[in-house]
């Protein structure tokens, strides 16, 4: 019993892959979707905490990129979306575009 309970804290928990680590991080809750966000420089990681089961998975990424987008105050480069395995809407990487209205584009 002792180690389902384990299990099942362990099953709870989100970190970041080794790419985003010192990444920051961000929760989120969409459509009664938890999300995890882990924000680092112009690229986020997005991890679903909620269950979803198969049929109702279609919005998951427009989801995704939103948490991102909402979390990080980045916009979303369309269609960098990428899920960690083809057709997974468990965890996605996105690319960010962080340049805005106050800090110009160098060169603008």
Do not use: Y
Request: aromatic share 6%; hydrophobic share 45%.
């Amino acid at each position: 019993m002792r180690c389902l309970v384990l299990l099942l804290i362990l099953a709870a928990c989100a970190s970041p892959s080794p790419q985003m680590a010192g990444a920051v991080r961000h929760h989120i809750r969409l459509q009664g979707i938890d999300f995890v966000i882990f924000h680092k420089e112009d690229r986020a990681e997005v991890i679903r905490m909620t269950f979803v089961p198969r049929p109702k998975t279609r919005n998951i990424p427009a989801l995704m990129a939103e948490a991102a987008a909402r979390t990080t105050g980045c916009e979303v480069i369309a269609f960098s979306g990428k899920a960690l395995a083809p057709g997974d809407t468990g965890v996605a990487r996105f690319d960010l575009d962080c340049w805005n209205v106050l800090s110009p584009r160098p060169g603008s």
